[in-house]
């Protein structure tokens, strides 16, 4: 079964930048983006970043602007760089990939989340 590896969370302060990478796990052949959504405390899920068939990603208006997906094919990462972070940004943070291994269909998979913080 396929596994995403989420990492590059961290606390950081208001202002600041960071960047999260999502990657599968195992012999892949490729991998098609999806998005990136977030969970605060007390609060529903949330769309942060959904993936199109056009040029960019439909952002949420609240991280439109600072907030970037990225994809690097050869190293079958997804990416989400994220800048001039707000205490309003503190989540977990989940990815949503289409993963294809060797030999195996195409399946949809998550992560398990990774955790974000931003103080003042």
């Known amino acids: 079964q396929v596994q995403l590896v989420e990492s590059g969370g961290d606390l950081v302060q208001a202002g600041g930048s960071l960047r999260l990478s999502c990657a599968p796990s195992g012999r892949i052949w490729s991998i098609k983006p999806l998005g990136w959504y977030r969970q605060a405390p007390g609060k529903l899920r949330e769309n942060v970043a959904i993936?199109?068939?056009?040029?960019?990603?439909d952002y949420a208006d609240s991280v439109k602007g600072r907030f970037t997906v990225s994809t690097d094919n050869a190293k079958n990462t997804m990416y989400l760089q994220m800048n001039s972070l707000t205490p309003e940004d503190t989540a977990i943070y989940y990815c949503?990939?289409?993963?294809?291994?060797?030999?195996?269909?195409?399946?949809?998979?998550w992560g398990q989340g990774i955790q974000v913080n931003v103080s003042l």
């Open positions: 993936m199109t068939n056009g040029a960019s990603p």
């Open positions: 949503n990939l289409g993963v294809v291994r060797v030999g195996r269909p195409y399946s949809t998979v």
